[in-house]
């Protein structure tokens, strides 16, 4: 919750916070990364999704991007495993844009 306080986060993208957070849980990550590390993947998966643009507030952070990359690589592996008729083109879209928007974070970060 430090983390969200700290980035002055709405509290719609704190609800998809704890939701990534939650989905975490059925993959490994847990078991390979301090929560801390999970905690800033989670909130950078909810602001791509969200729109929301908190690369600034990264680049203050004294953390491991690169740990951050793999665990969002992880959730976002996880989101493209779920199978779910009904959401399936509206889950494809949003894929592509945290894909996109990724791929970019990555270039520019390195």
Known sequence: LTFVEDASLSKSI?????????????????????????????????CIYKDVNIRKWYDTMNVNLDEIKSVVRQLMNLYS??????????????????????LTYIRVGQ
């Open 14 to 46: 704190i609800h998809t916070c704890w939701t990534v957070v939650n989905d975490s849980y059925l993959t490994d990550l847990s078991l390979l990364y301090p929560p801390h590390i999970i905690a800033l993947g989670a909130i950078y998966v909810a």
């Open 81 to 102: 495993e779920f199978k779910s008729p009904e959401a399936e083109k509206k889950r494809n879209s949003s894929l592509n844009v945290l894909n996109d928007r990724l």
